[in-house]
């Protein structure tokens, strides 16, 4: 899903800027667009942009979404933020104060707050941060510019580590997104950015187009950030239709259920004995861990747990789904909590590091958490011969069935880990599993 960022500078109410912006969104298959200083204050009024609605917004922040697709869940803390919901993410779009700043180390610090009130929620801070992030990203003739003071990028630098976010467009050397000439010299400043959250990185691309500032069909005098999410969006309600005739009769092609009803329990394995991946923890790691109680979460129907509990060891399951029958457990403080091809069937980073939050929750201090998930490749592969359609970051598995594959490598495991507040563990033995990615994991001491 490809999203835009730009600082309009106020000339959507010009029907010449209008025409070539609507055009550009067309050319790129723009389906969100979050603007800054979209219009004049004054007009009161976002103006149309043909095949878009106005989803929330005022002349200095506001958001535009494409017509076929739903609107999204739009607030505005204050009046230089705006926060977007799209599916699992959230979006803070943002246009700092111009000419102040002291205003801009506050707003800074106040985005920090915002970001760590989030809770490991996947994020993306974009939009005109009227700030150099780095000395070379501010030039005022040939020298670095002065505009920029060192409380604002130690504020920046807070807010990065806050929430673990990458400054996604921080090139060598610059790629400068507003110039313009001041006092006879050119002043050139990378001040529009896309702080995005460091798990996304791998599947998220963010490129800067200076087109839209410097070409014949030019519409402001800021470069455009677009930036392509691993996101399906829902698509947006007929307002001439009460219902469907598949809704009627129970008929129709099998297709993605309209509300998103996952079901990642029918992945679950019907099993006549233990996992490899659980032989592999009896055989090689609760040993050197001294582990005497283990939680396997998300058991499925618990055939680990079983193999557990005839290694010796104090194990117990649980499964969300409650056909499974392994209901929550009251105990926590365990030595180690297993989490076996859970992550990869969840539908987005939002609600696999819930699941390593809730995982993390069983586990004492100092204890350790054990991921494992299907690889890349391997889901790739069954991708291509299943014929399996895109969602998100991964595949429907089967539409009618709601399923979803993803292949995450251990990387990305350790990502999502850090935002649940769990680190890599380290001098523990890697699994000897090929064909398949885990991670170990621990959780701090308090």
């Known amino acids: 899903m490809l999203l835009a960022s730009v600082n309009l500078n106020k000339r959507l109410g010009a029907s010449g800027a209008r025409a070539n912006f609507t055009t550009w969104l067309r050319e790129h298959g723009v389906k969100i667009v979050l603007a800054q200083e979209p219009f004049k204050p004054a007009d009161r009024t976002p103006p149309a942009l043909g095949g878009f609605a106005c989803a929330g917004g005022d002349g200095h922040l506001a958001i535009w979404v494409s017509e076929d697709l739903a609107p999204p869940v739009v607030s505005s803390p204050a009046p230089w933020v705006q926060r977007v919901e799209l599916e699992w993410l959230a979006i803070l779009q943002v246009h700092l104060d111009a000419y102040a700043s002291a205003s801009r180390a506050a707003q800074l610090a106040g985005l920090a707050a915002m970001a760590t009130a989030e809770k490991g929620r996947p994020l993306l801070v974009c939009g005109d941060f009227n700030l150099a992030p780095r000395p070379a990203d501010g030039l005022f003739g040939e ?25 996604t467009t921080a090139d060598e050397p610059p790629v400068f997104t507003f110039e313009r000439i001041f006092n006879g010299k050119p002043s050139r400043f990378r001040c529009d950015l896309a702080l995005l959250s460091d798990h996304l990185t791998a599947t998220t691309t963010v490129t800067v187009d200076a087109s839209v500032r410097n070409s014949p069909a030019a519409f402001t005098d800021h470069s455009a950030l677009l930036i392509d999410l691993p996101l399906t969006l829902q698509a947006a309600e007929p307002d001439d239709v009460l219902f469907t005739l598949s809704e009627l009769t129970g008929d129709g092609p099998a297709a993605a259920p309209a509300k998103r009803d996952y079901q990642p329990h029918k992945t679950a394995m019907s099993r006549q004995g233990p996992s490899p991946a659980s032989r592999a923890v009896t055989e090689h790691l609760t040993g050197p861990l001294s582990v005497r109680s283990v939680l396997d979460h998300g058991c499925g129907r618990g055939a680990d747990v079983a193999h557990y509990r005839s290694a010796g060891l104090d194990a117990e399951g649980f499964d969300p789904h409650d056909d499974f029958g392994w209901p929550r457990p009251e105990r926590t403080g365990f030595d180690l909590v297993t989490s076996m091809f859970v992550l990869n069937v969840l539908p987005d980073p939002w609600q696999r590091i819930q699941a390593l939050k809730d995982a993390a929750s069983f586990a004492r201090p100092g204890g350790h958490v054990v991921v494992v998930t299907r690889s890349p490749e391997e889901i790739a592969k069954a991708a291509a011969d299943g014929g399996w359609s895109v969602h998100h970051d991964g595949f429907w598995s089967s539409q009618a069935k709601g399923t979803f594959q993803r292949g995450i490598t251990p990387g990305e495991i350790t990502a999502l880990a850090r935002q649940a507040g769990l680190q890599p563990a380290v001098g523990t033995p890697a699994l000897p599993l090929p064909g398949v990615c885990h991670a170990v994991l621990t959780k701090p001491m308090e």
């Not at 630098?157 to 929430?163: E, F, I, N, V």
């Open 143 to 167: 020298a670095t510019s002065t505009f920029t003071t060192e409380a604002e990028r130690q504020a920046l630098q807070q807010l990065t580590r806050a929430a673990s976010l990458v400054d």
